[in-house]
């Protein structure tokens, strides 16, 4: 694979800029854009593979399952939680902020999109913060959730030096004698409002970030792959308009055939780089 130079860069943030001069833009970010946060990612330079992720189906299924996400997820999330918004989250709020960016598509569950200012934020895959309850649909407050586990297992410690997981989580060393949460309102099965490997994205979820990518007049990929699906079905619908579609990722994509601008670099440092040309 070619190195890319820096002026070589330099020369597509500009056409980049030169294209999205003047247009409204939608953002679609994935987990490339949280990596200078400390959230490593699923895929590329640095990931780190996970051999058996969580599925929608043995969640309901597997208690012993069940107890693994739990524990590893509490003992991840106050980190996962702890996480601050980098530079690339911070430009595309500026951005927003000053009428350039129309709003954000994230494939990430982190949250961070939101902590960085962006106010028209689209979460296909759901969400850290809320636990939903499976029986009754009571909603809750992750901080909530944690505090509730804390209670039933007063041994657990947080270790202040852990691996994360892309989701938040880490693998536990064991699940013995943890206690899984539940409902306090109906005593029903909790699960975290986020899109498990092998559920869909909700319709109402993947119609707003249609409505969003309508509304606007070009696209930017940040720090996605572009493996999972729904990116891939609204690039298709950028592409089939044919409005400017500009990929910034440090790994070559599914889509880099459609786009008219390929930036093989960080989004820390290539999103701010626009937001200086754009504003």
């Known amino acids: 694979m ?61 208690e012993a399952a069940r107890r ?65 309850c499976l029986h009754c649909g009571q909603v809750f407050d992750r901080r909530d959730v944690a505090a509730q586990i804390e209670e039933l297992n007063p041994w657990i410690t947080v270790p202040e030096n852990i691996v994360l997981n892309p989701d938040g989580d880490v693998a536990p060393e064991s699940s013995d004698g943890f206690i899984i949460p539940a409902c306090t309102i109906c005593g029903g099965m909790l699960k975290p409002d986020v899109v498990f490997f092998g559920e869909f994205v909700p319709a109402d979820r993947f119609r707003a970030a249609e409505s969003l990518l309508r ?22 619908r950028a592409r089939r308009r044919g409005i400017p579609l500009i990929i910034v990722n440090h790994e070559p994509t599914r889509a880099d055939p459609w786009a008219h601008v390929v930036l093989p670099g960080g989004t820390g440092l290539v999103l701010p780089a626009l937001k200086v040309l754009l504003s």
């Open 215 to 236: 509304g606007s007049e070009a696209l930017i990929v940040a720090g996605s792959s572009l493996v999972v699906n729904s990116g891939v079905r609204l690039v298709e």
């Open 2 to 62: 070619s190195v890319t130079t820096s002026a070589e860069l330099s020369a597509g943030i500009e056409r980049s800029a030169d294209l999205l001069r003047g247009r409204r833009i939608a953002v679609l970010t994935g987990a490339g854009i949280s990596t200078d946060s400390g959230i490593p990612a699923y895929r590329g330079e640095g990931a780190r593979t996970r051999a058996d992720p969580m599925t929608g189906q043995r969640y309901l299924a597997d």
């Open 68 to 132: 693994r996400y739990w524990i590893g997820g509490h003992l991840g999330w106050r980190a996962f939680a702890s996480a601050q918004p980098n530079s690339g989250h911070i430009a595309l709020a500026e951005m927003e902020r000053d009428g350039i960016v129309s709003g954000i598509i994230t494939q990430n569950v982190d949250g961070l999109h939101l902590r960085a200012g962006s106010a028209r934020v689209v979460e296909v895959h759901g969400t850290m913060r809320r636990v939903l």
